[in-house]
């Protein structure tokens, strides 16, 4: 039987790193399925369209899928790891619109689920994982934080000056793509019922994967 862990939750609330330490720490294969909607929006951006048939065709001739990295399941483009192209500041202002047509969520739910195998934990995070794409996963966990909160995060993450504008302003931007991502009427973000909530605003990461690896382990058991 597939056992899937599943971590949804808002832009910036950690769910990747998090997802990523609580793999390790249980010996679970990992997988950031935001990375194959990152994929797909290069290949619109490259491509310059928003049609789904003609990005699928592009997304084929240009080889985008998953690749094992060790435990870490990772996008490939063009027969290279794609991190370094579907991070940019480019990719993450067009994806929300990308990750809203429906065949394209089809197409990644393909991928993901084939990603999925008997013979591994796997804990995936995103932001319709336990509502739509594994609805039996073992253990869902949504993630959050204020908005604020995710801001400071991200600002850091980027080695960027954290002063009271730049702070509003990316507020503002995470605010927008939540909006985008929980107002689409394909998959929109949504904490599914029986999902664990787990506030980070003011939780140390070390915390939150404490908390998220006794519940995996206990769903596990
Ligand atoms: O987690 P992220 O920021 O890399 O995700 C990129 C985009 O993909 C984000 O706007 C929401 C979308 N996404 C989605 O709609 N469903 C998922 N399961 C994962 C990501």
Do not use: C
């Not at 194959?36 to 491509?47: K, N, P, S």
């Not at 065709?57 to 080889?63: H, I, Y």
């Not at 594994?134 to 604020?148: D, G, I, R, S, W």
């Not at 995710?150 to 954290?162: I, K, M, N, P, V």
Request: proline residues 4%.
């Amino acid at each position: 039987m597939r056992r899937v862990i599943a971590i949804d939750g808002p832009a910036a609330s950690g769910k990747s790193s998090t997802a990523a330490a609580v793999a390790r720490a249980i010996g679970a294969h990992h997988l950031d399925s935001g990375a194959l909607y990152r994929g797909l929006t290069r290949v619109a951006l490259d491509l310059n369209s928003l049609d789904p048939s003609s990005i699928a065709a592009e997304a084929a001739r240009r080889k985008l899928g998953l690749d094992h990295d060790g435990r870490e399941i990772v996008p490939f483009l063009d027969g290279r790891p794609a991190e370094s192209v579907i991070r940019t500041s480019e990719v993450t202002a067009a994806v929300s619109a990308v990750a809203a047509i429906g065949p394209l969520r089809d197409w990644v739910n393909d991928r993901l689920r084939a990603a999925a195998s008997d013979d591994w934990v796997l804990v995936l995070d995103g932001r319709d994982i336990g509502t739509v794409v594994f609805p039996e996963a073992v253990l869902k966990v949504f993630l959050t934080a204020t908005p604020e909160a995710r801001a400071r995060r991200r600002l850091a993450q980027r080695g960027e000056d954290s002063n009271e504008r730049m702070l509003a302003l990316e507020t503002e931007r995470l605010a927008a793509r939540d909006a985008l991502d929980a107002g689409r009427a394909v998959a929109p973000l949504r904490q599914a019922p029986e999902a664990v909530l787990v506030d980070t605003t003011s939780l140390g990461f070390q915390d939150q994967v404490a908390r998220i690896v006794a519940l995996a382990r206990k769903a596990l058991s």
